[in-house]
Structures are given as C-alpha cells and as structure tokens.
C-alpha cells in the first residue's frame, strides 16, 4: 500500500491507495472525493511541472516551467536539460526552448518575454 | 507641481489590479508609480506554478500571471512609471516621488491607492541568538538572487520557519544542486499550504521540524553551522534537545509585514493585528480619498485573493472621483473569539452589496462555524471542516442582513467539536 499526503485542503488527509500490477485496485482513508484523483495519480506515476530558470546570452536569467507535468522521477534530469542550454534574445513568452524534455514528450516554455 | 485624478502607489498585482479597474471604471488620468525597473511586484521572483487557479481557472507562474495584468494595463493605455519611488504623501493628497530619469517630483493627487506590499521579517526581529558572519538570507532575498539574478546564496541550507516562501525555496535551492538539510517551524503546524509541504519537502525527503527552532548561529565571516531546539508549549528552548547542522546557508521565513511608512506619514493608522491601515469596506483609509489594498493592507495567501480586493478598491477610487465623496454611516468589525485581523474594520449601512470580511484564525479548528453577531440582524454561520492560521479565512456579509444590523459586528469562530 502507498501512502499519500492530499494537498486538496489544510486537513490533509493521508490515504492509502492499493495497487497491484501497476493499478489502482482500492483508495481508503480520504475524507471527502477531492484528493481520489489525486492519490490514484500519486501511487502510480507521480506528476509534477518543473519551473527553473534558463541563461540568457547577454541578459538576466529567464524563467521556463514545462509546459505540462512529467513524471516526478524525471524531475533532476528535467533540471540538468535545462542547465545545458542558453538561449538568445528575444523571447516571447510561452516560446518553446526544449521541444521534448528527456523523453517525457513534453516542452520547456518561456513564462516571461524578453527583449533585445 | 503636476497634477493626476488618480495615483497609484506600487505596480504589483494590486497596482495593477486596482488601476485596471479604475480605468474600466473611467477614470482617464491615472498614474502609477514603480519603484523597481519592471511591473509585477513580488510575482516577477515567484516562477513557480499555482498561481491563477481560481481568477483564470488555470495554474500559472507568477510572471505569467502578472504579465496578464500588464499586457490588460497596456491595452488600456494606464501610464506606469518605473524606477520611480514615492517618498512621501500628505493628508491632502501631494505626492512626493524620485526617478532616475526626472528626479524629485511633487504630483497633487485627487485620489490615492496605495499598493505597496510588504516585507519579509529579518534576523533582527526574530532576536536568534550567535554571531553576525554572512551567509543568513530572508527566504525571499535568496528567492531574488536565485530566481532573477541567478546567482546561488549557497551549498548547503537550513530552513527556519515553513511558511510557504521557506517551502518554496527548500525546493528551489534543491533543484538548483544544493543541499537543504532541514525546515526548522517553531509552532506545532506549519504555516505553510499541504501542497508545498508535500511537493518541495517530502518530495525531496527535506525533514520538517516542528515545535523546534534556532537556537545558535556559529560562524566568523560565513556561516559554518547551526544549532536547532525543540521547544515547549510557550516556545521556550527545551535544554538537552539540541541537533547541530553543519551550513553555509541560513533563510528565514519568518513571516511578512505590510509595508506602510507612506502611509504612516500621511498620518494613518496601523491596526496592531494585521500591520495595514484601517479601511471601510471600499477600502478607504481614515483620509477621505486614500484608499488600501493588497499586501500592504493585510498579508495574503493567494495572488488572486490580491487582485479581487485591489479592483473593488480600483472602483471605488473611481467612484469617489467621479461621483465625489459621500458620507456614510459606519458600523465597526471587531475580532471575536479565535480571529485576529478581520478587514475591513469598518462597513457603511445601508449596504451596497455583499461584504467578504476576511482574518485569519488564531489557532487551528476542526468542524467549527464562522459566525458574525451584530444587533438586529442574524447573518447565515458556515461549517468548516478546519480552519488553519496558514490560510485567510473569510465571512460574507450578505447586503440584506447587513443593512438591519445596529451596532458592532462581531466575527467569531464557534461550535468547535472534537474530532
């Protein structure tokens, strides 16, 4: 059984979901349907969107997050994709700087725009 | 001296907000001041996600989430002036600023919003015991460094306090290569939202240490370790508890103060619980035409609890430009059993529509009622299933009951049962 944390709510009820074969078989210990989803998610395939800050030819740092959330193993290989490249000015904002971020099919954008 | 219907004090997502909803409200001559080279206040620091969710129905970063603002402000036309700082307002409304590009100028101003957020609490402050070596940050200067200078304040990090720019940045600094060895909350809960006790400590095995805090900070010219204690029911260091952390790298997160020296100047006064002026429920201060808004009037939780409370004050600024002041009969809001800080702490009657009354609560509450009493009328009471002092609570004040009530309106948290 996993035990997850749901951040639904400042109660924070810890549910146990029980897998077998890399599927839910039962949610307990929820208080209420928000965080089911949630904990279904959790113990199978964690997801997160990663945000960080990318250099700048020339300029401040700019701040990126992936476009959607990827598994939450792949977050610090996510970050050292992110540390290896440098981009050039301009950039608008939701540009795409990473087409697919390791293997996760998932783009890194641009949250803020940057001009010359 | 210049002249400008409405002046806006702070580019953040209260300036913004508020001078959005001034300008759709039609005010035409409208300006804001910006201390900083950008607009977006705090929010240009803040790239993580969770911003927006209930404004745009969508989780944004915060620069994402100003830049809408922004992008809404331009297309509106509003004039904000950056790497301009207001140093003074008077009582009758004269606005003293400096620029680099004009230097010091004096603006008479028909109505003022001040929008001008808060600051974090330093080491001073808190009265932590050891020597004064480099190396101990607020939790937000590290933020800064990191997130828009990009530089790392350091390698291995002790977090005190786990309100949710201390979680955030355990995070931050661990995706960043280094090393956070700890959160240290000296309460018995943290402050800080389940989402980011979950996603930036347990998700990086970050250990939270709760009823604990700093008791030694050790070091000559950088820091190079610290001592942490459990404490007791009154937050006394427990002797024998100790746990010594070798770092370089002290932040606090020890809570946030409104920033009000503007107004402190323009002689308004502080309310002791919240640290923001006094307001009416249209956010007018105690100076007829100056109105309050954002984390300068009370610290928030939410970005978008931010710009709902700046446009209402963006309208009324509009409204008293435009229609002219009104005299109104006020009714005071007191805090009541387990609520520190309500806002406003004053509603006029009749009313115009429904008050949203917002505090926060003193302790933690299981299944307990937010009540409002005032003669004459019965306001409808709201079960929560908990009630924390991390998270703003709130009581709506609906415009019917409101307008029968007679004397002081008392908010109060009631009806507790044990789990």
Redesign the interface.
């Known amino acids: 059984m996993t035990v997850v944390?749901?951040?639904a709510?400042?109660?924070?009820c810890r549910m146990g979901v029980e897998t077998a074969d890399g599927a839910v078989t039962a949610v307990s210990g929820h208080?209420c349907k928000r965080g089911v989803e949630y904990a279904r998610q959790e113990a199978v395939c964690p997801m997160?969107?990663?945000?960080?800050?990318v250099?700048v030819r020339g300029g401040?740092?700019l701040?990126v997050?992936t476009a959607s959330p990827i598994p939450?193993k792949d977050?610090?290989a996510c970050?050292s994709a992110i540390e290896g490249i440098v981009v050039n000015k301009p950039v608008t904002?939701g540009q795409i700087l990473i087409e697919d971020v390791c293997g996760s099919g998932v783009a890194v954008i641009a949250?803020?725009?940057m001009n010359e | 001296m210049t002249r400008a219907d409405l002046l806006i004090i702070g580019a953040g997502p209260a300036g913004l907000a508020a001078a959005i909803a001034a300008r759709q409200a039609g005010v035409k001559d409208l300006l804001v001041l910006e201390r900083e080279e950008a607009s977006g206040g705090i929010l240009r620091q803040c790239i993580h996600n969770g911003f927006g969710l209930h404004r745009f129905k969508e989780e944004l970063t915060g620069p994402e989430y100003a830049q809408r603002d922004i992008d809404l402000a331009a297309d509106l036309g509003i004039r904000i002036q950056t790497n301009a700082m207001a140093l003074s307002v008077t009582r009758d409304k004269v606005v003293s600023f400096v620029s680099r590009q004009e230097g010091p100028r004096q603006i008479e101003c028909g109505a003022i919003i001040l929008c001008t957020g808060c600051r974090e609490r330093s080491r001073g402050a808190i009265g932590t015991p050891g020597t004064r070596c480099a190396g101990v940050f607020s939790a937000g200067t590290a933020q800064k460094f990191v997130n828009l200078h990009g530089f790392m304040p350091g390698s291995q990090v002790v977090i005190l306090g786990s309100g949710d720019i201390g979680l955030i940045m355990a995070r931050r600094m661990t995706l960043q290569g280094a090393r956070v060895l700890a959160c240290v909350e000296i309460m018995p809960y943290s402050s800080g939202l389940n989402r980011n006790i979950v996603q930036c400590l347990n998700d990086y095995d970050i250990p939270l240490y709760l009823s604990h805090t700093v008791t030694d900070i050790r070091g000559t010219s950088r820091l190079n370790g610290i001592t942490i204690s459990r404490v007791d029911e009154n937050r006394r260091p427990v002797p024998g508890t100790e746990i010594d952390f070798s770092c370089d790298t002290l932040l606090l997160s020890v809570g946030l103060i409104p920033e009000n020296e503007l107004a402190l100047g323009a002689g308004l006064n502080l309310s002791a619980a919240t640290g923001g002026v006094l307001v009416d429920d249209r956010f007018e201060t105690e100076i007829d035409g100056v109105f309050s808004a954002g984390n300068a009037l009370h610290v928030h939780d939410l970005a978008d609890d931010v710009s709902e409370e700046a446009a209402r004050a963006g309208r009324a600024a509009a409204d008293y430009l435009l229609r002219g002041g009104q005299k109104r009969q006020m009714l005071s809001v007191m805090d009541g059993r387990g609520v520190l800080g309500a806002v406003p702490q004053k509603i006029a009657v009749p009313a115009e529509e429904d008050v949203r009354v917002r505090f926060r609560v003193d302790r933690v509450y299981e299944n307990a009622y937010v009540c409002a009493h005032a003669q004459g009328a019965v306001f409808p009471r709201r079960k929560h299933r908990i009630l924390t002092p991390g998270e703003m609570a709130q009581a709506v004040l609906p415009k019917q009951p409101l307008s029968l009530a007679e004397g002081d309106i008392v908010i109060s948290i009631e009806g507790e049962k044990e789990r």
Not at chain 1, 9 to 12: D, E, L, R, S
């Open positions: 944390t749901c951040i709510c400042p109660v924070g208080g997160r969107i990663v945000t960080a800050v250099r401040m740092p701040s997050r939450k977050i610090f970050m904002m949250t803020k725009a």
